[in-house]
């Protein structure tokens, strides 16, 4: 197997951290604009999208800055892999940023990119941003 790519996304947000992080770290946030369902149990999110599921542990996380999770079936095959979501503020303009690293098949770098593109036009919607 192929080892996977990591890729980098930046949006600009205009929101407080703090209620990006809400968004983006509790389940109830997750399901406005990232799966269709998320549950929680303890420390194991489950994501459904369409009748499908997929569980991730979340496996790093700080307040109003960053939360990280890796797939359980990454986890199973021993790999590294993982999706985390940063808040990035400007020190200068307090611009916030909401940077999102994943990791891909090398040949499906456009496909996911413009699947996150979708859903964090999702989560600017709701945000009013």
Same mark, same amino acid.
């Given at each position: 197997? %192929?080892?996977? %790519? #990591?890729?980098?996304? /930046?949006? !600009? &947000?205009?929101s407080?951290?703090?209620?990006?992080?809400?968004?983006?770290?509790?389940p109830?946030?997750l399901?406005e604009?990232?799966?269709?369902?998320?549950n929680n149990?303890?420390g +194991?999110?489950?994501?459904?999208? *369409?009748?499908s599921e997929? #569980?991730a542990?979340? +496996?790093?996380?700080? #307040? *109003? /800055?960053y +939360?990280?999770?890796?797939w359980l079936a990454d /986890? %199973?095959?021993?790999n590294?892999?993982?999706? @985390?979501f940063r808040i &990035? &503020?400007?020190p200068l303009?307090?611009? &916030?940023?909401?940077n !999102?690293t994943d990791?891909? @098949?090398?040949? @499906?770098?456009?496909e996911?990119t413009?699947?996150w *593109?979708? #859903?964090v /036009? *999702?989560?600017?919607t709701?945000?009013g941003?």
């Amino acid at each position: 197997m %192929e080892d996977k %790519e #990591q890729i980098t996304l /930046e949006y !600009i &947000v205009k929101s407080s951290p703090a209620i990006l992080y809400n968004r983006l770290s509790t389940p109830s946030g997750l399901s406005e604009w990232f799966a269709d369902n998320v549950n929680n149990k303890k420390g +194991i999110y489950s994501f459904f999208w *369409d009748g499908s599921e997929e #569980q991730a542990k979340m +496996i790093g996380k700080k #307040q *109003d /800055e960053y +939360i990280k999770f890796r797939w359980l079936a990454d /986890e %199973e095959e021993g790999n590294d892999y993982f999706f @985390e979501f940063r808040i &990035v &503020v400007d020190p200068l303009t307090k611009e &916030v940023a909401l940077n !999102i690293t994943d990791f891909v @098949e090398p040949d @499906e770098v456009e496909e996911a990119t413009a699947l996150w *593109d979708t #859903q964090v /036009e *999702d989560l600017l919607t709701l945000l009013g941003s």
